[in-house]
Structure formats: C-alpha cells, structure tokens
C-alpha cells in the first residue's frame, strides 16, 4: 500500500472540501496542517505531546536528515517515524527548497518561509536553521544548479554535496516517510520572468526523472506545481504537472510578492488539477492563510511558523498575534487565549511566559510554541467540521473579521 486519498465533503461556496488520505502509517482527515521537524525534531515539543493536542503528520527534511545523521542511520532505526518517536504518518520534502533558500535566498536576502512576500510589511520572526529566514542582508550562495541537479556547500562544514532527481528519491527512500516529495527548483519572489521560465521546465524534467527513479512500494509521490508569480506558467505547470502519475500535487515556489499575488495563483492552478489527488501547499500556514487556502481548495500546509513564532514570544490568539515580551503582559493572570484547552493555558499565565522570555528560560518558548501548535491544529479540524456541516464560508469569514482586528499594542 501507498496512499490514497478520497474526498468525503465538498462545500457548495467555493472550493474547500474535506476529504481522507491514507497511508501506511494512518489516515489523516483533511484539510489537515503537517507539523514541521526539519531534523527529526517538531523544536521543543515531543512527540506525545504532538498527539495530545491532534497532530496527524509530521514532515522531515531530506537535505538536513542528508546531512546529519544520514539517510543509512535513519533507515538502521527503522525509518524517519520510529527513529523519531512518531506512530503517525511523514512526509519529507526533496531537497529542492534549499536549492533557493541557501542559493539565491541568501544571495537576495529573502526566505520563502519568514519573508515569502517582500512588499508586504509584516511581523515575521527568525529560524536560523539555516540563516534562511528574515534575512537582512545579502550573503554568498552555497548553491550551483544544472541540468544533472543542484550542487551545494554544506552549511555545517562547507563539504561539497549534492542532490539529484535520482538521488533524492533513493535518500527519501531510505528516510521511508509515507510521502515523499519530487525534486525541484524553488525560485525567488525576485527572480525574473525568464528564469523562472528556464526553472520550471528544468523542474518538468527532474518531474520525469523522478518518476522513473521512483522504486517505492510503500510510498506516494507528490509532483510539484512551479511557475513564480506569473499566469502562464503556473498554468502551464498546473497542466504538466497535473497530468503526469504522481499520487498528489504540491504547490511550490515563490507565490507573488503579497497575500494578494498568493491568492491569484492559486486561483489559476488549482482549477487546473486533478480533483482525485491531495493539494498541499508548500511552506504556507499562518491562520489566515490557512483558510484562504483551504477556501481555494488547498488539502495539506506545511509551516514551521508557529514555533519559530513561539520561540520569539509571538502568541497566536483569535484577535491576531500578541508579543508576550511586551510589558503589558507582565501583570495579566490571563492565559494566552481564553478557553484554550492546550497545555500551555490550562496551566499558565500570560505574566508567567512574560517572566520566562525575559529571563530567557526555554521553558517560554516551549509553552508558546504548544500553544500556536494546538492553536493551528484546532483551526484545520474546525475548518474541516465546517465544511461536513456546510457551513465553511461563515466560518471563515467570521474566524477572519476577528482574527483581522489584532490584539490590541502595548
């Protein structure tokens, strides 16, 4: 068994629906966020705390998983899952993201995560895994691409790696996650209409060669949907892509410079999809993006937003996100949301996280970072039980008018 994937409820007002994908490892109710664990790791939380507040799929990072401490250890220990403590399904990533977060994400001093849209003013916080995200200013590339595949220089050492079509399908084969990802190009917000051109269909072609080099039984293979800002090519892509015999279909790369340029492309890629296969959108999954995207018929997010958010303060609330390291919390007895049944408000005060960011104790980060895990989970299984009550368009637009106002400045 691979996957498979059925779709149980469509809402009647736009395109989200609510639907099943199942794997090896349990079924995961869509539209469903993927907790990130770049290194095998969800940072700061453990895996049974990750099942207590609803967690269904965590993803890995095949180039760092590459890295350190290699695809062979991991496979020795039973696969991504087993050797990281998690029953539940995976999903790893190609590679093909640092081929622009450590090559022209670092040359243009933008990340795809922390900063996916330049021209819009918004708080983001650090990562740092890589020096990828917020970055401030323009650094060397450790990246080289061609036609055979991507070379890099090791951020840890500076040793001279590389990933190919072929070679990230046999290091995710070994990694053994239910779902595994086709190597890609991700291109810049800033880069030109003629690169992304030339990028995109060199995907198209590590799209084939993936599906050639592609062994596993046991494991569903997404394609991913390229083309930047630009109509043409998403469609084009949307088209290629869509066509081939992949098992799902990710929607990658840059997304426009705003919320607004992220909007547009989906609403030109994902008409043009097949409707029997899963849609996860790569990278993206703040509250409100969440719900545009599943409106627009988005199935799977993935974002390692709400713990780097919760390592910096930043407390995700239905009135917008609040800096716990702002003095006016340093008195309030309040949790971080009222009638919030995660760990972190059943137990703790606003003033009490105050206290640990400012003695900088890692229990802060820690608790913040449950809170906006539980916080982003409960909103995709509200969403979803939305749409099974065809009800998704009120739900939004409601979760929305609030959650737009902010929570009020120090």
């Not at 053994?176 to 051109?197: H, R, W």
Request: proline fraction near 5%; charge should be negative; include cysteine.
């Amino acid at each position: 068994m691979s996957i498979s994937f059925t779709v149980v409820q469509k809402d009647h007002t736009s395109l989200a629906r609510a639907g099943i994908i199942a794997t090896p490892h349990g079924n995961i109710e869509t539209p469903a966020f993927i907790t990130v664990a770049t290194q095998a790791s969800v940072k700061g939380v453990n895996p049974q705390e990750m099942l207590a507040m609803g967690a269904q799929i965590i993803l890995g990072n095949t180039y760092h998983l590459h890295l350190r401490p290699g695809e062979d250890l991991v496979a020795h220990c039973g696969g991504l899952g087993r050797f990281m403590g998690w029953s539940g399904p995976t999903i790893t990533d190609s590679g093909g993201f640092q081929a622009f977060s450590l090559g022209a994400g670092r040359e243009q001093g933008v990340g795809k995560i922390a900063n996916v849209f330049p021209e819009e003013d918004t708080q983001r916080d650090t990562d740092g895994k890589d020096n990828l995200s917020s970055l401030s200013r323009e650094m060397e590339s450790l990246v080289s691409i061609d036609e055979a595949g991507v070379s890099f220089i090791s951020h840890l050492d500076g040793s001279p790696q590389r990933l190919t079509p072929e070679s990230s399908m046999a290091i995710q084969k070994f990694l053994g996650a239910d779902i595994v990802l086709a190597f890609d190009e991700c291109t810049s917000p800033l880069s030109p209409y003629d690169y992304v051109k030339a990028s995109m269909e060199r995907t198209h072609r590590w799209a084939l060669r993936c599906l050639e080099a592609f062994e596993s039984k046991q494991q569903g293979l997404f394609g991913i949907v390229q083309g930047g800002e630009y109509r043409d090519l998403r469609e084009e892509s949307a088209r290629f892509i869509g066509g081939l015999s992949f098992e799902g279909l990710a929607i990658g790369g840059s997304l426009g410079k705003s919320k607004a340029d992220m909007h547009r492309v989906l609403d030109w890629t994902i008409p043009l999809l097949p409707d029997e296969k899963p849609r996860h959108l790569l990278g993206i999954g703040e509250p409100e993006d969440l719900l545009e995207g599943i409106a627009r018929g988005i199935d799977l997010f993935d974002c390692a937003s709400p713990t780097r958010m919760g390592r910096n303060g930043t407390a995700l609330t239905p009135l917008g996100r609040i800096n716990l390291l702002n003095a006016q919390y340093r008195e309030d007895g309040a949790p971080i949301e009222e009638g919030c049944d995660c760990y972190c408000c059943s137990n703790f005060s606003r003033a009490y996280l105050n206290h640990l960011m400012k003695a900088k104790d890692e229990l802060g980060p820690i608790l913040c970072s449950i809170h906006n895990l539980y916080f982003t989970l409960s909103l995709t299984r509200r969403a979803r039980e939305a749409i099974l009550n065809g009800e998704y368009q009120s739900f939004k637009d409601s979760f929305l008018r609030s959650y737009r106002k902010r929570a009020p400045k120090s």
